[in-house]
């Protein structure tokens, strides 16, 4: 069992940065694939960055819509990953979770999906406006 918890959302402007945390707790967290998903009310869930359970490299999938703003990480010592997310913009206004689940590999390498997730935070509300 593993327990997720999401922290560093708020409001912030156009062009600005935050860093989301999602810290865990539970067993065998070095095990598991974490990745961060977003939403926004009346639109599908988007996969913005998944690592694997070792991190880096091709370990590390990252949606285009956010590649070259948002950078994924985790720190196994501390049981926690983080998403740095620059150069923000309206768009990326959505409540976003973290969420673990046992790592998938494809030819494309580490794959980054909602349903291959087995446990979720509570969401942290990022919304971006002037």
């Known amino acids: 069992q593993l327990q997720l918890v999401e922290s560093g959302g708020g409001l912030v402007q156009p062009g600005g940065s935050l860093r989301l945390s999602c810290a865990a707790s539970?067993?065998?967290?070095?095990?598991?694939?974490i990745g961060w998903f977003r939403q926004v009310p009346g639109k599908e869930r988007e996969g913005v960055s998944c690592?694997?359970?070792?991190?880096?490299?091709?370990?590390?999938k990252v949606a285009d819509s956010v590649k070259g703003r948002f950078t994924i990480s985790r720190d196994n010592a501390k049981n926690t990953v983080y998403l740095q997310m620059n150069s923000l913009i309206s768009e990326d206004t959505a409540v976003y979770y973290c969420a673990a689940g046992r790592p998938i590999w494809t030819g494309q390498g580490l794959r980054c999906m909602g349903d291959d997730m087995d446990y979720w935070g509570k969401g942290t509300l990022v919304t971006v406006s002037s």
């Open positions: 690592v694997s359970p070792r991190g880096g490299g091709v370990s590390v």
């Open positions: 539970g067993v065998n967290f070095n095990y598991y694939a």
